[in-house]
Every structure is written in C-alpha cells, then in structure tokens.
C-alpha cells in the first residue's frame, strides 16, 4: 500500500483544481464520443478516507477536495501543461485581471454567463461572501491561514471583484485562488449566520446549489460519492457533459483498487502503486489499458536532526530571534550530512526501491518547475570521499571492522570522544517503497562506517515522534508540491516552522542567507521571473552545500484508464482537465 | 428468568464502565491527537492550542473520561445567561488562559446519549456508527449462522464417524481454518475468486449505481459470499471442533448406551438425545464467537472493502479519532457482553437441569 503524506498543499492544489483550473483549448473529441450524459460514469476510486464534507469553505482533507473540485467554480483558470494561470481561460470566472503599481491590489474582471444550479448567477458577491465567512474567525476553515495575506476583499459589481493584499506577492494569484465561489444566496439560506456554519451541519454533505461540471447526487457513506452530470455547465469541452455521472468510489486497499480497475470497475487511477507498475506498464503495451508517466510532484527524502534531540526547543523566540537549540551529536556536522549523502548508491536504490522509476535531484524545488536550478547535481555515490568526511569530521574506524559503527574521537564537533556514529532512521510501516528504501540505505551506509538502527512505527506514531524533534532521522514521501509556487517547500526550512510538537521544520534548520533569500523571492516588486530565478538558484545551492534534508529520489508518477475510454488525454499539471468530454460506452 | 437476566444485565454495568476505562486510558495513552490532525504547514501553535481546547485533550485523562461519560456540562456553566461560563468544577473557567472565561460546557456524556462528533469527519459519532452498522451486521450474523450450522454438522459427523475420513478431515479443516490469517484468506479468495476466476465481484458491498443505497440483501449474495466464508471460519472450526469433543463425551455416556440396547434408533438416539445434550457446553462459545466476529470485522471488512462498523473503527484508530473509536469500543462490549448473555440463557434452555438463580 501506498502511503503517502499529502499534507502540503493539497487544499491548494484541490482548491486550484476547483473546474476552474482548466484553460481554453481547441477541442476535437475523437470519433465515437458518445452524446449528452450517454457515456458510462467516470468511476474513481478514493484510497482516502470517507469525505468529510461538500462545503468547499470547511474543506480539509484531501478526499473532500477531490469531489468539491467538480462542483464549485475557481477564481482563475490554469493551463493544463503549465499550470500557470490563463486569463479567461475555461473553467476559470477571471475574465483578466490588473494589478496595482505596489503589487497590492488585484483587480479581476469576472465573467456573467455562469449561473449556479438554481439559476442564480455566479458573481463577486459568491467569492466575497466566501472570504468573509472564512476570515470572520466564527468558523473552523483551514484555509484561513493560507489567505493571512489577503487583506480585503471587495465586490463593487457583480462581475468585479477587487482583492487587496497586505504585501506583495509573486504567487498572489494562487493564494486568491484558495477563495472558493460559493452560492451566497443559498448559503445565508442555509447558514443564517457564519457561527451556524458548523462542520456538522447537514448540509455540507448534501450541497443542493452548485456550479461545476457535475452536481450532487448522493453519499453512501463509506461507498461513495456520486455526482450527475451538469448539462448547464457553460464551459464542457464540445458543448455537453458525455459521462452520464462521477463517482468517487471509496477503496480501503489499493490491491483491490488495482483488481477491481482491472475488472473493469473503476475508470482510472491516478497514481498506481510501485509494486504494480511492471505489471501495468505491460497490460498497457499489449493495448488492454491505457497506460501513461509523468512527472511527479512529491519526492521521498531524508530529514537530518540538526539540533539536540534531547533538548527540542523551537527555533525562534516571539521577536523572531534564533533560540540556541544545541546540535545533535552526529547530524550536527554538515561534513556527516555530506557523507551519509555521498554513501548512498542511488542507483542501487532506485533499481531495488523505486523500481527504476525514480531520479536523483539535488535540488529542493522540482526539476519541472521554473525555477529549478539545473546546475544543482545531485550528490554522487562516492564511498571514499564519505570516509574521508567522516574522518575529518572525527568519526574514525578505530578497530577496521566493517561490522561496527565509525566512533567519534576529540576531533569530533558535537560528539562526545567514544560515541558510535550510530543513530535512529525513524520511518512508518506499511509503505513497501519506503520500507525498501531504509533496509537498502542501512545496508549501504554500514559499507562507510554508519550503524543505522531502523525504527519502524506507526504512522500516525511517527508523526507524533518527529514533531517532537527528538529523533535523529526520518524518511517521508512528501507532495505533491506545485512547481510554480517555488516556495511551497520552504515549509520544511523555514525556522519559523521550526516549532516542538506543530512546525514542519522538524530538523530544525536555520539559515539567514537562505530565508533572505527565500522571502525576497517570494515578494519580489514586480515579480520579473528572471531575477527570482537568480535568488531561487542561490537558495537551491545553500541548501545542496548544507543539506539539512537529503531528498531520495524525484519518482514519476503513472497512471492508468480504462482502453475504451475516449478523449482521456493527462497533462502534466492536470489529469481531469478534460473530463466533461471522457468517453466510455456503458457496460 | 427475567429476574436472572436483570441481575446479568447489572453485573454487566460494571463490567462495561471498566472496559471503558480500560479502553480510554489505553487511547490517550496512545498519543495527543491534535499533532496528528494538525499536521500541516500552515497550523500556527495557536491553532493547535485553540483545537486542543475545543478537543479537551489538554485535560488530564481522568477528565477526559469523565465529560466523554458524564459530559462537561456540569464541569462549567453559565448562571449569568450571558455565554460565558461562570461557574466551575474540575475544569478552570479560563482553560486557555486568555484573560476570559469560556463558554460553558454543551457535552452531555454517552450516559445521555452523546457520542460526541468525530474529530475527523466532524459528524455526530452516533451518526457515523449507525450508518454503518447494517453492513457489519448482516456480515457478522450471517457468518455466525452459517457458521454455527455447518460447524455444528461437521463436529457432529466427526463424532459419529470417529477415526474414519470425515473425521480427520473435519480435524485438519478445523486446524487449517483456525491457522490461516483473516486478512491472507481475504486477499487470496479475492484473488482467485474475483480477480482469476471472475465468479465473484472484488469486494465492495453492492454492484456500483447511481442512487443512493444499495439493493436487499437477496439482490446482492454474491457480494457477501468471500466475505461472509472468511467470517465463518473462525467459527465452523471452534464450534466443529467443540461439537465433536461434546458427541464424543456423550456419546461414551452410560444413558446413551442403554438407549441403544433398548432398541432405540441411532438417528433418533443421535439427534434426540446425544446432540441435544452435547449442545450444553456448545452454547458457552456464542460469547466468544461474537466477539470473535468483531475484531475479524476490522480487517475483513476493510480488504472487502465492506463500509461496517469494523472498516470505521480502523480508520479511526489510525487517525487517532477517539469519540469513534470509544462508539466503536460500546458497540463492541455491548454485542460481547449480550452475546455472554445469551449463551447463558441459551446452557439454561437447552439444559433443563440447570435453574436460574
């Protein structure tokens, strides 16, 4: 089973993903696409949890995302390979858009030919009412956070709307796509009140008024969501919605996910898991599925401790100031870091872990993304420049037996004179990639004198162990992060993230040039791609030369749809941009 | 008989507040939830702080326990009207420490009715459980039925059929049964069943539609048949082997062989006499049968992707979702509990020897 920690930006990317992430193309489906509502429905299967609600201003989770994103209209429409947003692009209600000279204000332009399912029309009124509810702190919404920086938001007309932020920001748009339109005439119907707008209320699982391609039909709880197609919904591809319905369909196991696709059950799974790969890659040679690659958006990597593990305290004071946090007695030493790098045969791995599939990077940002610096390699498997980091960092092979660990002497930085080079690879069971993976890389790391002890829990154990930072290092599959925010890692750098038991900083790094250079970046004035690029390439080589996280491997991601299934046709930033025009004859 | 039901029904009242007790202290042992549902990038410690309010899993566990049974309505409350909490008893006013009272306690506790919401899907608990308890249900009854029936034949035929083929073929089903892991027999039955053989579907409780509920039970057999066999394992081979040691014993009974020698049939000596009879100690495994059933639940119902009680209380152990998990916990002990009970009213039924007292 696959396990993955799709903790970051999911709500972004499911947000973003709202129908409006899907730009004008010129269209021709292929022969034999079936007419309005006539193809058999589009069956997913959901390998998350049951959705907890159908309220795109309360979403959470990852399942609801899923579902929310085919029944409310987004802000901005992004373009299905770039992902970049595309002014009056399909699916999107910003017609154009103007920003202020200080970068502060967003002026958007909204399209008037989109109506919600009871006839009312979108308008800027939806967007703000949304925004209201979700800054008016009576509500529990997580995207709260996500939108600190947005400091107003206006609706003069109903077709514009003015979004005014705090300070400048490059990704401004992605942050205002977070907004959800939401039908404000049902919803004070519904919700008298933003206090009544409780998690449990019950009409966050049954959302009569929606706008998307399909609308809600029904919850089986712990079976399924299902939508119909939205015949009114102005911007299907060719016109109409061919699949008859979309049903999100709850699988407990991927195995069965994988037996019941290949039964024919489910339409297609979005990312399969590794030990089935070989296996689908040649039903999809011999033509009896439809099989496909792309990059992905996550990487495994490998969390150094850097600061005393039995003493965890946060990184920064209220004023901001760096609080001495010790270093751990190993990790503590960027030449140790440098050596556990170099000691891995990424090669090895790939071949017995990621089934040849991953790719090495040495880069934090993803090698799809703009800003990612080719010039940034990835560390090279050199077992004798390991060996001598490690004695010059003054961790010795004081009895020239391979079976035991290297021991610190006086040299040593933080460690005692004695200490093994001996430490905890904390990781989670369940996940045969990552399982692989540590037992490979104990192995690999012993040949230069690492003993690493495997400490293999719980997931949910684990996630308690490492926030509390006292741990020496962990393994995590993380993603998917969107190439076109390049700070959506600086998350797991940023010393203010650096908080015992909360922050996602659990290595406690702290570098001053790299956060200056990440925040500048990040609020450049005018936002020119090519001076942010430079900060981006300097921030990626800091963190290559310091290597406060080791990231494993870059893997692909594959895909697979039913072979009858017309028009399916991925792109790299959006699998479903085209699902109104999804094409499969009924069984 | 109902005065001895009654007097068992409260001796179990003590018996169901210490697997509660059991259970809550081994939950919160487990771990805070609040690092688990609030593990994400942009969860400010305030965030965390305010949830860990709202959660009261701040709170030591003891009271924890005591507003998830009694509720916390009467830990602080408002005699002002004004929403804020004036009064106060184990809780402080100001749990968070912000200068300001809070506001006073809703829960009202499992003893009247309150299960509280999942801190996960948001929902009523109660809610969560009873949706789906039907699935559960019809698997686990089924499954004891069946069970109950064929194991009842086997250990009987072995028996009668001491030391020939069926008997030790009855012994290594009994053996083979009770070995195989839940979980291995569930994949390799979907596997070559479903995924090979294409006889039966993989998984899932009713064939995929567009409305809103699945069919009767009777439209949708072929869906309970793997797992309803998986279930019904465990319990043809505890009650195959129990019957056949049971016959066995009666059988060697010195009345059954004066029956014999009166001229009476081996079916009706068989069938009126020594099964009746061997029954009596058969009906004390009704208890650990269903017992039995619901912990098998959480795997089976999962790898058949079947939405019961037993896939819920997975889910919400590994999410750390204490008010279902503590449902789920009731639901368990209550059915546990029952099931003792009727296994002994069941040995008093059977056996008329034995007077309630």
Known sequence: MKVSLRLVFFVVLALAALVGSVAAQDLQPAEGTLGPGEGAPIVEPNFGGDVATLNPILVSDGSSSDVVARLFPGLIALDPDSGLPVKGGDGGMALDWAVSEDGLVYTFTLRSDWNWTDGNPVTATDFKYAFDAITSGEIDSRISAAIANIASVEAPDATTLVVTFNTPECSALLTAQYVPFVPSVKYQEVYPTFADMTADHPYNMAPEVTAGDFQFANFRPGEQVTLLANQDYPDAQIGYVVPEGYVYKQVADQLVGVEQFLAGDVTFIESIPDDRVAELKALGDAGELIYGEGPSASWHYVIFNTADPANPQNGLDDSGNPIEQGQHPIFGDVRVRRAFALAVDHEALDAGAFAGLGTAIGSFLLPQSWAYNDAVAPWPYDLEQAAALLDAAGFVDDDNDPATPRVATEDALYAEPGTPLAFDMTSFSGNPTIDATVVLMQDQLSRVGFQMNLDIIEFQTMIGKILSQNFDTTMLFIGPFDPNDPNGAYELLDPSGDIVDAGLNIGSYYNDEFSSLMEEARSLPGCDPVARKALYDRAQEIIREDLPIYIVTNSTVQYVAQPDLLNYDPRQSSLRWNITMWSQVPR | ?357
Not at chain 2, 57 to 78: A, E, F, K, T
Request: net charge neutral.
């Open chain 2, 1 to 357: 008989m109902i005065r001895y039901i009654i007097r068992r029904l409260l001796q179990a009242i003590p018996t169901f507040f210490g697997i509660t007790i059991i259970s809550y202290a081994l939950m919160s042992a487990s771990g805070n939830p609040v690092r688990v549902l609030s593990f994400r990038p942009d969860s400010s410690v305030e965030e965390q702080e305010r949830l860990a309010n709202v959660l009261g899993v701040n709170d030591p566990w003891v009271i924890q326990y005591l507003r998830w049974l009694l509720g916390d309505d009467w830990m602080r409350w408002d005699t002002g009207e004004d929403g804020v909490a004036d009064r106060a008893v184990l809780l402080p006013l100001d749990a968070d420490g912000d200068g300001e009272n809070e506001p006073p306690g809703e829960r009202l506790g499992v003893v009247r009715g309150d299960f509280g919401n999942s801190f996960v899907k948001k929902r009523p608990v109660l809610d969560l459980i009873f949706e789906r308890m039907p699935a559960t249900l019809e698997l686990s009854v089924s499954s004891l039925v069946i069970g109950t029936i064929i194991g009842l034949i086997i250990g009987i035929a072995a028996a009668v059929n001491r030391g020939k083929a069926i008997d030790n073929a009855s012994r290594v089903i009994a053996v083979v049964f009770d070995a195989i892991p839940g979980f291995w027999l569930s994949l390799l039955l979907l596997l070559i069943f479903g995924s090979q053989l294409k006889l039966l579907p993989i998984g899932d409780r009713c064939k995929l539609t567009l409305d809103d509920s699945c069919p009767p039970i009777y439209e949708r057999l072929e869906y309970m048949v793997l797992p309803v066999f998986v279930f019904a394992t465990g319990v043809i081979s505890g009650y195959s082997r129990l019957m056949r040691a049971s016959m066995l014993d009666v059988l060697g009974q010195d009345y059954i062989r004066t029956a014999l020698s009166k001229g009476l049939s081996n079916r009706m000596m068989l069938y009126r006499h020594a099964a009746r009879n061997a029954m009596i100690p058969i009906a004390t495994f009704l208890g650990p049968a269903i017992t039995g059933l619901l912990g098998g639940a959480v795997v089976i119902e999962t790898i058949f992707n079947y939405p019961g009680v037993g896939r819920t209380l997975f889910e919400a152990a590994t999410s750390r979702d204490y008010p279902v998990v503590m449902a789920a916990v009731i639901y368990g002990a209550l059915a546990t509990i029952l099931g003792y009970l009727i296994s002994d009213i069941l040995y008093a039924w059977i056996d008329p020897r034995i007077r309630f007292t």
